[in-house]
T-cell receptor, first 113, second 113 residues
Framework: GENVEQHPSTLSVQEGDSAVIKCTYS??????FPWYKQELGKRPQLIID?????GEKKDQRIAVTLNKTAKHFSLHITETQPEDSAVYFC????????????FGRGTSLIVHP | SAVISQKPSRDICQRGTSLTIQCQVD?????MFWYRQQPGQSLTLIAT?????????ESGFVIDKFPISRPNLTFSTLTVSNMSPEDSSIYLC??????????FGQGTRLTVV
């Protein structure tokens, strides 16, 4: 089955800095890679996703890049703000099928004001 | 997007008892899942709730401990049976639209004393 590795487990940055979280996956059939943000005490929510036919996707201060050959994808947050502090999970799945998403272990991002 | 109502949001239970968690979705969905999230940890899939048939359990989880019902395409329950303190965790239901975005309930924070 799919295996998703996520690094780092904890990331501490100063407000205004950039943050990068990296994930690798093992199943070359995976073609959909969402990122979820979970604020303390709340449910995980999708913040951005990317499909395997795209190398990069951007939405305001967040972006995701995908390298299919190397089987890794990354989340980039620029100009971080204290409200970006949360746990971020990457996931991999096969869109359009009954494949269950596999989640990474999560990254706790702390943005210091 | 699917709206999921999960209840109870939290409970404190005595060891040896059972708790049933309910998950209601505002639309018919093919796949419903139950996850466990221990403090500071990732999302661990317990089982896939199948409508009209037995749930499919992941390694390490068994039906006797976590019986699941799925009477229709909008509702599921997870029971945590014969609880011990090790079962203290957050339990989340989730629905997945054809292997793309996963929507989560708000979670049930269970404490076993």
């Amino acid at each position: 089955g799919e295996n998703v590795e996520q690094h780092p487990s904890t990331l501490s940055v100063q407000e205004g800095d950039s943050a990068v979280i990296k994930c690798t996956y093992s199943d070359s059939a995976s073609n959909y890679f969402p990122w979820y943000k979970q604020e303390l005490g709340k449910r995980p929510q999708l913040i951005i996703d990317i499909r395997s036919n795209v190398g990069e996707k951007k939405d305001q201060r967040i972006a995701v890049t995908l390298n299919k050959t190397a089987k890794h994808f990354s989340l980039h947050i620029t100009e971080t703000q204290p409200e970006d502090s949360a746990v971020y999970f990457c996931a991999a799945s096969i869109a359009g099928g009954s494949y269950i998403p596999t989640f990474g272990r999560g990254t706790s991002l702390i943005v210091h004001p | 997007s699917a709206v999921i109502s999960q209840k109870p949001s939290r409970d404190i239970c005595q060891r040896g008892t059972s708790l049933t968690i309910q998950c209601q979705v505002d639309s018919q969905v093919t796949m419903m899942f139950w996850y466990r999230q221990q403090p500071g940890q990732s999302l661990t899939l317990i089982a896939t709730a199948n409508q009209g048939s037995e749930a499919t359990y992941e390694s390490g989880f068994v039906i006797d401990k976590f019986p699941i019902s799925r009477p229709n395409l909008t509702f599921s329950t997870l029971t945590v049976s014969n609880m011990s303190p090790e079962d203290s965790s957050i339990y989340l239901c989730s629905v997945d639209d054809r292997g793309t975005e996963a929507f989560f309930g708000q979670g049930t924070r269970l404490t076993v004393v």
